[in-house]
Nanobody, 117 residues
Framework: VQLQASGGGLVQAGDSLRLSCAASGRYAMGWFRQAPGKEREFVARITWSGRSTYYADSVKGRFTISSDNAKNTVYLQMNRLKPEDTAVYYC???????????????WGQGTLVTVSS
């Protein structure tokens, strides 16, 4: 399984950014992030059908996860970005055995998002 994340960059606080992750197949997908010196944390996930989404409290109302199943691509629209959103963002794919959990089977290479104040 190959996951290719893209869309990171340097933005100012309050700006928006959209991350994309193209997968080599159709999976339930998630986004995680890891800030410098911190552990990786859950950001958002979307079910295989695309009908249900879940968010970390820290991004709820600002970030939106969506998927285009025809393209096997998941997106993370990030609005009203804050300096504390600065991190490497990873997309991940989940086999059906792990549906409903935060266990992911495959990981992308990460894309850096830097939010300046």
């Amino acid at each position: 399984v190959q996951l290719q994340a893209s869309g990171g960059g340097l933005v100012q606080a309050g700006d928006s950014l959209r991350l994309s992750c193209a997968a080599s197949g159709r999976y339930a997908m998630g986004w995680f992030r890891q800030a410098p010196g911190k552990e990786r944390e859950f950001v958002a996930r979307i079910t295989w059908s695309g009908r249900s989404t879940y968010y970390a409290d820290s991004v709820k109302g600002r970030f939106t996860i969506s998927s285009d199943n025809a393209k096997n691509t998941v997106y993370l629209q990030m609005n009203r970005l804050k300096p504390e959103d600065t991190a490497v963002y990873y997309c991940a794919a989940q086999e059906s055995a792990n549906w409903g959990t935060l266990k992911y089977d495959y990981w992308g290479q990460g894309t850096l998002v830097t939010v300046s104040s």
